[in-house]
C-alpha cells in the first residue's frame, strides 16, 4: 500500500514538472519583463539630414528634426498605414529652439503598418526633401513600420 502512494505521489509529481516545463504552459509574453521595450524614439537618416520618430503609442506620432542651418518653413507629408493615400499634405511644422516638430495621431497608425514621410524644408525659396526622396514620388521617402509592443520599428532610408 505504501509503495503504491509513493508511485502514484511520484507520477504526480513528473506529470507536474514535465507540464511546467511545457512550452504551452509557460507563455513569456505574460511577464512584463520579457516583453521587448518600444522604444521612445527612432531617427531615420537619409542623404539630406536627419528625422526623429517619438511619441509612437496608440495611434499617435510626434515627427522632429533640426536643421543644419536657419530654415524659412518646413511643410510635412505623411502616408497613411499601409494604405497609397496621404494623412497629411503640406502640414505646417512649428519650430521651436530650432527643432521643427509636429504631433498628430491617425486611425491607420496600427502596430506594424508601413508610414512614409517627407519633410520639404525651405531656405528662402530653395526646397529641399528631408530625410530623402522627391515630393512627387512617394516611393522615394523615407518609412517606417509602426511599432508594437513586442517589436522595435523597422524603417527604411
Not at 511520484?10 to 521587448?36: D, E, H, K, Y
Amino acid at each position: 500500500m505504501k509503495k503504491n502512494v509513493w508511485r502514484m505521489a511520484a507520477a504526480v509529481l513528473v506529470s507536474f514538472l514535465v507540464g511546467c516545463s511545457s512550452p504551452t504552459s509557460i507563455q513569456p509574453g505574460l511577464f512584463a519583463s520579457n516583453r521587448a521595450a518600444v522604444p521612445t524614439s527612432v531617427t531615420l537618416t537619409g542623404a539630406n539630414g536627419d528625422v526623429v520618430l517619438s511619441g509612437m503609442s496608440g495611434e499617435a506620432l510626434t515627427v522632429s528634426f533640426t536643421p543644419s542651418t536657419a530654415i524659412s518653413s518646413a511643410t510635412l507629408y505623411v502616408t497613411q498605414g499601409n494604405g497609397l493615400g496621404l494623412v497629411l499634405a503640406a502640414q505646417a511644422m512649428t519650430s521651436n529652439a530650432g527643432t521643427w516638430s509636429y504631433s498628430f495621431s491617425d486611425p491607420s497608425f496600427l502596430p506594424g503598418a508601413k508610414i512614409g514621410l517627407d519633410i520639404i524644408q525651405n531656405i528662402q525659396g530653395a526646397e529641399l526633401n528631408i530625410p530623402q526622396g522627391q515630393l512627387s514620388n512617394s516611393s522615394t521617402w523615407s518609412s517606417f513600420l509602426y511599432p508594437s509592443t513586442s517589436s522595435v520599428p523597422t524603417y527604411t532610408v
